[in-house]
């Protein structure tokens, strides 16, 4: 990752290749995965060959491939394939550009952008689920490690009476 940043990638994101699991690391442990790939982002006026022969220098030319895009606005895009989620047939989150499904009690307008959760991850995925099922009314929440803070909101649309969310 750094030495990709280190040449001038934009953003870079790493991700297991073959879905194997790395199981809770022991203290001072930091394991990682057998098999990654790597994604980065470099801006469209890079030059190309230049590009491709420092990559060659550190990665086997054999795997990696280059992946060319048009410059697009990635923010229309990304809401193309936005679609309203439901949670226990309780709870939908939906962007405002779209109507929400009829017979859902609470509902949660969010308008993300690039960066801001929707509650499709995984992890925030069965959280949101779990907080759809038990009841919060009167109850104060905590979303520690909030990023958007969708868990603290969505709390509060399923009737919390308080929520905090904190993160770094």
Request: glycine share 6%; proline share 7%; aromatic share 10%.
């Amino acid at each position: 990752e750094k030495l990709l940043l280190k040449h001038d990638a934009i953003s870079v994101s790493i991700q297991n290749d073959h879905s194997e699991i790395v199981i809770e690391p022991d203290l001072g442990e930091t394991p990682f995965w057998t098999s990654v790939k790597l994604a980065a982002l470099f801006k469209g006026d890079i030059d190309r060959s230049n590009l491709i022969a420092r990559l060659t220098d550190y990665f086997n030319p054999n795997k990696f491939d280059l992946e060319y895009f048009e410059d697009r606005n990635w923010l229309e895009a990304h809401k193309k394939n936005l679609k309203p989620i439901i949670f226990g047939n309780k709870l939908c989150i939906y962007p405002s550009w779209i109507s929400p499904p009829e017979n859902i009690p609470f509902l949660l307008t969010i308008d993300p952008g690039l960066a801001f959760g929707t509650g499709e991850h995984p992890t925030t995925w069965l959280c949101l689920e779990r907080l759809s099922e038990i009841p919060l009314y009167s109850k104060l929440i905590v979303d520690f490690g909030c990023g958007s803070g969708i868990l603290a909101l969505a709390a509060l649309r399923l009737s919390a009476s308080k929520a905090l969310g904190i993160d770094l």
